[in-house]
T-cell receptor
Framework: GQQLNQSPQSMFIQEGEDVSMNCTSSSIFNTWLWYKQDPGEGPVLLIALYKAGELTSNGRLTAQFGITRKDSFLNISASIPSDVGIYFCAGQPFGNEKLTFGTGTRLTIIP | EAGVAQSPRYKIIEKRQSVAFWCNPISGHATLYWYQQILGQGPKLLIQFQNNGVVDDSQLPKDRFSAERLKGVDSTLKIQPAKLEDSAVYLC????????????FGQGTRLTVV
């Protein structure tokens, strides 16, 4: 099955730095989601986007639904140790169809 | 509110053996999902139930995988016989109104096939 391409695959940053990651698809999606997965846990929904061009924030996290409907972006400002984990994007093509997940971006904070 | 419960947390089996996973969704959630997450990849939907009926099982390898939700509450996912490539985390999720974008995930069962 199709998987969305996430970039970068991994990131090593220092505490306090800002983080940017993106997700691209060859096909159009009507809904974009961003999840965080901690080791040994299931994914937890961070932000949901429902409209092209939409910009939505959740605390220090900001996500955008790309104008082309084929991409989405997630930014984390002033990173803290609990931001460590794997971030997944997910897209939903139409209606209530099943989600397609990205390949993930692993975020590591260097002491 | 209790979350999605899964058991066991870990399972190691030899190839060609059988294995079963159990999931209890959040109380009142009519929709239940089983996802497979291979190491280094995102989750992939295997099967979706609405109450005790199957909504989507298009990505379930039906020659070896089966799932049931007989009473519309908890569910079991079975693999028989297991292959090496079945090594993965099996995640169960549930949603209240059947919206795939509003699903809550359990902690998963990590399966290792040797």
């Amino acid at each position: 099955g199709q998987q969305l391409n996430q970039s970068p695959q991994s990131m090593f940053i220092q505490e306090g730095e800002d983080v940017s990651m993106n997700c691209t698809s060859s096909s159009i999606f009507n809904t974009w989601l961003w999840y965080k997965q901690d080791p040994g846990e299931g994914p937890v929904l961070l932000i949901a986007l429902y409209k092209a061009g939409e910009l939505t924030s959740n605390g220090r996290l900001t996500a955008q639904f790309g104008i082309t409907r084929k991409d989405s972006f997630l930014n984390i400002s002033a990173s803290i140790p609990s931001d460590v984990g794997i971030y997944f994007c997910a897209g939903q093509p139409f209606g209530n169809e099943k989600l397609t997940f990205g390949t993930g971006t692993r975020l590591t904070i260097i002491p | 509110e209790a979350g999605v419960a899964q058991s066991p947390r870990y399972k190691i089996i030899e190839k060609r053996q059988s294995v079963a996973f159990w999931c209890n969704p959040i109380s009142g959630h009519a929709t239940l999902y089983w996802y497979q997450q291979i190491l280094g990849q995102g989750p992939k939907l295997l099967i979706q139930f609405q109450n005790n009926g199957v909504v989507d099982d298009s990505q379930l390898p039906k020659d070896r995988f089966s799932a049931e939700r007989l009473k519309g509450v908890d569910s079991t996912l079975k693999i028989q016989p297991a292959k090496l490539e079945d090594s993965a985390v099996y995640l169960c999720a549930s949603s209240l109104h059947g919206m795939n974008t509003e699903a809550f995930f359990g902690q998963g069962t990590r399966l290792t096939v040797v």
